[in-house]
């Protein structure tokens, strides 16, 4: 969710994968999991699932969509989000309504035969899955990709790994790194390369684009606890926002020095400050990157999981030509 109204204010610029080359990046995982149970989904809006049930939406995302962020040189690693602060209640309850009140569209957009509505409706019922977030790191572990277990927010986690510059960026949808401290963001990595716009049958480009919190901050004339207290004011995943205030509005307001003037209408405010500015991370973590274990690879995705043989292989073959070329580029080791 995040605080998408933030992307009136800062500065994009849209970049290439081969920009990317040899660089580090830590992926929100939980950010890019959702992603995938929205989006891979057969026509009706239905989750791909095995002959048992069991859905395969996510494993088939991270498997297929990561082979090309590694041919283009990329070396990603994941970040999962730990214990859920107890200010994001509301906000999961929320989810939760809309999630039920979304299935329940979705078998009437059926029966009504309406395929392309219940596939709407669908991508808002996705749940992530205590088994499904252990099965993704299973098959991380098999493809020799590292990943983090964060304390608490995942975005915080990787925020941090990037500012001590142990990564070049945070991909993410959401813009919430930046006001954990992520010196640089990307954006669009993992998504479909076409977007559907909204109630139209039409598509739109998605190209990755990259955010340098630095270029944002001066371009507005403020700092990173002014960003924070914007956001604050619009509205967080862990506070309801003021309304009829938005990301312009409130810039004016926190650079006239007014925040606590408005704060003063939103319930613990300054808790929620301190979760972006000192967030809860770890440094019990290792960024390795290791060879891939094919025979585990295919024992998750097609014997577990009823993948296919074929494109599994062909796709191990390309992930292991990447790599090698990978290694080679960088006599043996990606830079920052």
């Keep these: 969710m995040g605080v998408t109204n933030l992307g009136a204010l800062v500065l994009k610029k849209e970049i290439s994968l081969a920009e990317l080359r040899n660089k580090k990046i830590a992926f929100d995982a939980f950010n890019i999991l959702y992603q995938f149970l929205a989006a ?47 200010f994001k209640a509301e906000v999961h309850e929320s989810r939760r309504q809309i999630r039920e009140k979304a299935v329940e569209a979705q078998k009437k957009a059926i029966k009504a035969g309406d395929l392309e509505l219940a596939r709407k409706f669908a991508q ?17 572990d098999a493809l020799g990709l590292p990943w983090v277990q964060a304390l608490a927010d995942g975005e915080a986690q990787a925020a941090y790994m990037c500012a001590k510059k142990q990564v070049y960026s945070v991909a993410s949808q959401d813009l919430d790194s930046l006001l954990f401290g992520a010196i640089k963001l990307v954006r669009n990595l993992t998504v479909s390369e076409r977007k ?13 684009e990259i955010i340098d919190l630095d270029e944002t901050l001066n371009n507005l004339g403020i700092d990173r606890k002014s960003l924070v207290r914007i956001a604050i004011l619009i509205g967080t995943d862990y506070n309801s ?22 704060a003063k209408d939103i319930p613990y405010w300054k808790q929620v400050e301190q979760i972006f500015l000192k967030p809860a991370i ?19 995705l097609s014997e577990r999981h009823e993948f296919s043989e074929k ?15 990978g290694d080679q580029s960088t006599l043996g080791g990606f830079v920052k």
């Design 40 to 86: 891979i989904r057969q026509r009706d809006g239905t989750l791909l699932k095995d002959s048992k049930g069991r859905i395969t939406s996510h494993l088939s995302g991270l498997f297929y969509r990561t082979i090309n962020i590694l041919e283009a040189g990329v070396k990603p690693c994941f970040v999962f989000d730990g214990k859920p602060s107890e």
């Design 124 to 140: 808002q019922t996705s749940r992530l899955t205590g088994e499904m977030v252990q099965e993704t790191k299973e098959l991380l």
């Design 196 to 208: 559907k716009l909204p109630g139209r049958k039409e598509y739109v480009k998605m190209k990755p």
């Design 241 to 262: 926002g003021i309304k009829g205030i938005g990301p312009k509005t409130a810039l004016k307001i926190v650079k006239e020095g007014n925040f606590e003037v408005y």
């Design 282 to 300: 770890t440094k019990d973590y290792s960024l390795k990157w290791r060879k891939i274990d094919e025979n585990k690879v295919k024992e998750i």
């Design 311 to 325: 494109r599994v292989e062909s796709t191990l073959k390309r992930l292991t030509k990447a790599k090698k070329q």
